[in-house]
């Protein structure tokens, strides 16, 4: 019973910690990535398609992406969906790919940007809260029921704990190495 309800929470956690992997990832840092990307659409036959599926995407250097389409014929929608998109990116088309060069950061805009890493780390720590309160409500009731002893009750709750505190350390180590990535630039 015990051993089940750690193995969900520490899944659960480990869940919350790769989204905000994820999350941090689209988080424009000076540096091109290709997951930067990621939130583009095109308009593909009638239907939103992500932009790595009909097009092959790469960064020729630290500053700048090259977007190839499969068919010429989507060059257009293609270029349409970013400039619709937040990015602040202008694309030039030669008629065969769209380059983009990504701006540099002023100081300004790298506060906004640590600013939002920050909301985003916070929904994690709230995700692995969540995931231990849920853990230790399960607990709770299981003692209530009497599945399980006290002393296992309380076992299981400072293991609950010690995970949480493991995974609020490792989420605190992904914002602090975002933000200086950010910050050194």
Known sequence: ???????????????????????????????????????????????????????????????????????????????AAIVKSDLGMSPQNDGKVIRLRLPDLTEERRKDLVKNIKKIVEDARVAVRIARRDANEATKKAGKDKTISEDQQKKAEDQVQKLTDDYIKKVDKLAEDKEKELMSL
Do not use: H
């Open 1 to 79: 019973m015990v051993d089940n309800m750690m193995k969900t929470t520490k899944d659960r956690m480990e869940k919350a910690l790769l989204a905000l992997g994820g999350e941090l990832k689209k988080v424009r840092t000076g540096r091109a990535q290709v997951s930067m990307l990621d939130i583009i659409k095109v308009n593909y036959y009638g239907n939103p398609t992500p932009l790595n599926q009909v097009a092959a995407v790469s960064c020729p250097d630290a500053k700048s992406f090259l977007i190839q389409p499969w068919e010429a014929s989507t060059l257009k929608e293609i270029e």
